[in-house]
């Protein structure tokens, strides 16, 4: 059987189907009560009532009475409860109960701040809510304006340092609170009558979900963990420059990760400790606990569950929820698309329940979370974070059934009697953040709200119409047979070229229209446009000028005007951490989401030293792939190798937690202090010159260090270059001005970054590679600026001679439809469920290819002389 159809076979992929998001071209728009449009293409139409929520609801609560909901908001823009109370004709009255601002006259006697995941109810009155980074549980009254009155209880003493709160369990009728500290491996038990301490117990690698047995007997826990990651002998924090290691240790897997290797810094030679093995009983495991006996808990056994790193899985089986009944545990794999049933007594694992869409069975991205049980029915509920549904599972038979519409990443649901509750963390989307006049500043770096769907269980002759919905919502549904491929067959190099945070409107807002048609912009947004404006003279300066009308971006719409561009072009991603793992091929799971969530919010931090393991994976904003978020089918990078396509990679995937990117890091902008590892296939095909994310690093040392590279390495002795470039360009992400090193004005690194893109393109379409090239140019997320469409909405440009001169595309499209397009060019199957079924944008090649070169254009030498741009060096 030749390779491609084994392929195609092992996959369960029907090629002759033709999968599409069902968009069209019409714009993202969120549409509480109706059906919205994400980024993307694919669409909303969630079953039941919707009501809004803070940011990003991540844990969901019913209390004993089923009269009050309640959901922990940890998003972005501020914490909160969201409290749901019924009222007449099954309807609920919505209130939301806020921390005091910091400051106020209120928060001197409150000092309640942030809310993570866990949120349980003692009472119908009282919740107890992790607060997550403080390492405390505070309980609450939420019938009481701002939660007034609390009582705190603090994981932080003894042994114990730099706890971090998250899920939450409580046995009401011992009044026993259990606490997951995802910082420091463990269990907390305590007394919810006089708030003491009774017992600490290690549960594993970075517990995520808890659940209690119905009997209060066990508690179990699942841990989505794979290393107890450790500082570097050697290294010190105060002295990162000197002596951390420019680049991660290892990649993973190899030798050297497991067992150590020794490594260089600025100054001498490091042991750098092993992991140890992905195997560990510890890792990607339920662990069992005994707590008969509160005071003195103790673990049973570790389960494993899903599937183990092997040929089957590059990754770990991430089990994210949880659910514990007489004789049954139920556990969701978030990597692998599945629920593991494990028999409460015996404690093995009974059975494996897939969870796969027809037509795209080899495919994963369902990513499974919060798990509840409909006991009148025996149904299992399981919240489908990556396709924004409700799976339904028959417990009797282990099956699935069906798939209810929900909201956008639902990742807990909550069951009382025949009512379900599913908290949607990002709602029905964020929409635009400003009007064709002016910014709404007020909402400009906002993640949007969330969103909680109520509905009553449905009878099971409904679920045949809810699935298809459901499907059809996802683009699963095929619409035709697939039409011959139509990419130019002498397309053989790909390069993609990733910039940093600016929205369309930003940069193309002032094209309206192109030779190939109308294109939706707003001129006065523009503000690095062709008649843009840089405002804010820094570096000690007094604010005595501005610029106004200047070109701040003339390469970019050089290129606008000669090649092709898409106004309705969106990254998948709010925040850098997201979109870097989009741009790996890698859907953010679960405990991604709420950490970036937490972390973008002030609410969860790496620090170092600590005692507390888990603080040494907590990111931050730090967007790089971690070993503990790889998929069942790897990354983008273990897709190519396997296809066996050549890459090489300059910048991307070396932000992992704890880097330090300061000034003087050069080459690579980056110092580690801890045995983090990224992708193995990355690894090994990684820039060791050419900086990542530094700011305090020039665009034209980038440029340099590429240029010398390919030449030395490809040009000069006459090698063929690699079929897939990845290069990451971030300076347009801005900084404070720095005039002593060429940077006058914060938009003199949109400057920058423009000239260099320019220069790369010029070096491009003068190299022997040109004539079988095409370039895709665009930004990892628009969270540094606005839109009048969308906060995902940034720019996308298609260069190379086989791409249509003064075209501007419609389609909706994202992320995963850019890899669709780039995978077909590449001739290889879909890596996920998300690029299988996006749409492509092969509307934007011609076969009637044009080689005519590119030259640079200069800058406005008021806002940035290229010779004058030096990198930061340390002070002091």
């Not at 299992?380 to 798939?403: C, F, M, Q, S």
């Not at 996802?474 to 039409?483: C, I």
Request: proline residues 8%; aromatic residues 8%.
């Amino acid at each position: 059987m030749p390779r491609s159809l084994l392929i195609l076979v092992l996959t369960g992929l029907v090629w002759g189907a033709d999968y599409q998001a069902p968009a069209g071209e019409r714009p993202a728009a969120p549409r509480p009560g109706a059906v919205s449009i994400l980024p993307g293409g694919r669409q909303l139409d969630p079953h039941g009532r919707q009501y809004a929520t803070g940011a990003g609801p991540l844990g969901v609560a019913v209390s004993p009475k089923g009269r009050r909901i309640v959901t922990a908001d940890s998003g972005t823009d501020g914490f909160s409860l969201t409290v749901l109370e019924r009222g007449g004709h099954g309807r609920f009255r919505v209130r939301h109960v806020r921390p005091p601002a910091p400051g106020s006259k209120e928060a001197k006697n409150n000092d309640w701040l942030t809310v993570h995941r866990g949120v349980v109810f003692a009472d119908d009155h009282n919740v107890f809510v992790g607060e997550g980074n403080s390492g405390r549980v505070r309980r609450i009254d939420i019938t009481k304006k701002r939660g007034a009155g609390a009582k705190v209880y603090v994981l932080n003493h003894g042994d114990f340092r730099d706890s971090f709160t998250s899920a939450l369990a409580y046995d009401r009728a011992r009044r026993l609170l259990y606490v997951l500290d995802e910082a420091n491996f463990r269990v907390v038990v305590i007394d919810g009558k006089n708030g003491r301490e009774l017992a600490s117990v290690e549960a594993g690698r970075l517990p995520f979900a808890m659940a209690l047995s119905p009997d209060g007997r066990r508690l179990y826990v699942t841990n989505v963990g794979m290393f107890r990651y450790k500082q570097i002998p050697g290294t010190q924090p105060e002295q990162a420059l000197e002596t951390g290691i420019r680049f991660p240790a290892f990649g993973f897997p190899s030798p050297a990760a497991r067992d150590g290797a020794r490594r260089a810094t600025g100054v001498e030679l490091l042991e750098v400790p092993g992991l140890g093995t992905p195997g560990n009983e510890r890792a990607n495991s339920l662990c069992v606990i005994d707590v008969e006996d509160a005071r003195r808990p103790k673990v049973l056994r570790f389960i494993r569950t899903g599937k183990p790193i092997g040929p089957e899985s590059h990754g770990g089986s991430s089990p994210a929820g949880v659910l514990a009944t007489s004789d049954r545990v139920y556990v969701s794999n978030a990597h692998n698309d599945s629920v593991s049933v494990i028999d409460a007594r015996s404690l093995k694992v009974v059975s494996e329940i897939p969870i796969r869409i027809p037509g795209l069975a080899g495919l994963r991205g369902i990513l499974p979370s919060g798990l509840a049980l409909h006991e009148a029915t025996g149904w299992l509920l399981v919240a489908e974070a990556g396709i924004n549904a409700v799976g339904v599972i028959d417990t009797k038979t282990d099956r699935v059934i069906g798939h209810i519409p929900a909201v956008w990443y639902p990742t807990s649901l909550v069951v009382y009697r025949d009512d379900v509750f599913v908290a949607g963390a990002l709602g029905h989307g964020t929409g635009p953040n400003a009007n064709r006049m002016i910014a709404n500043r007020s909402r400009a770096n906002r993640t949007g709200r969330g969103a909680i769907t109520v509905f009553p269980i449905p009878a099971a002759r409904d679920l045949k119409q809810l699935t298809r919905r459901a499907l059809e919502t996802n683009g699963f549904v095929p619409r035709k047979r697939a039409r011959p491929a139509n990419y130019p067959p002498e397309v053989k190099y790909v390069v993609l070229i990733v910039k940093e945070s600016r929205t369309f409107d930003e940069i193309f807002g002032d094209i309206l229209k192109t030779r190939g048609g109308d294109v939706n912009g707003a001129p006065m947004l523009a503000r690095f446009g062709t008649t843009g404006s840089a405002g804010d003279a820094g570096g000690g300066f007094q604010r005595r000028f501005s610029l106004r009308a200047v070109n701040v971006t003339p390469n970019h719409h050089a290129m606008a005007g000669r090649w092709s561009i898409s106004d309705n072009f969106y990254s998948d991603a709010v925040t850098s951490v997201e979109a870097h793992h989009w741009l790996a091929g890698v859907p953010p799971n679960p405990w991604t989401i709420s950490s970036v969530l937490a972390a973008y919010g002030g609410n969860m931090d790496f620090r170092l030293p600590t005692s507390a393991p888990g603080r040494l994976l907590f990111a931050g904003s730090a967007g790089s792939v971690h070993p503990e978020e790889i998929p069942e089918r790897g990354t983008l990078w273990d897709h190519l190798v396997r296809n066996g396509i050549s890459f090489r990679n300059f910048g991307e995937g070396f932000e992992l937690a704890g880097v330090r990117q300061d000034e003087g890091y050069e080459p690579t902008g980056a110092r580690f202090l801890t045995n983090v590892a990224m992708p193995e296939t990355l690894y090994r095909n990684t820039s060791r010159n050419y900086p990542g994310y530094n700011t305090n690093i020039p665009d034209q040392y980038r440029v340099d260090r590429f240029i010398e590279e390919v030449h030395e390495t490809y040009r000069r002795p006459g090698k063929d270059l690699p079929r897939f470039l990845f290069i990451q360009l971030p300076n347009d992400d801005m900084a404070l001005a720095r005039p002593a090193n060429g940077y006058p004005f914060t938009a003199s690194y949109v400057a920058d970054n423009d000239y260099a893109l320019g220069r790369l393109v010029e070096y491009l379409s003068n190299s022997p590679w040109w004539k079988n090239m095409v370039v895709f140019v665009t930004e990892d997320e628009g969270q540094g600026g606005v839109d009048h469409v969308d906060t995902h909405r940034v720019p996308l440009i298609a260069i190379g001679p086989n791409i249509r001169r003064h075209y501007v595309s419609h389609r909706n499209v994202s992320f995963p439809g850019l890899f669709k397009t780039i995978f077909g060019i590449l001739g290889i199957e879909p890596l996920n469920l998300f690029d299988a079924a996006a749409t492509d944008l092969r509307d934007l090649f011609t076969t009637k290819p044009d080689f005519t070169p590119y030259g640079v254009l200069a800058p406005n030498k008021e806002l940035f002389v290229p010779a004058n741009a030096k990198p930061a060096q340390p002070t002091g």
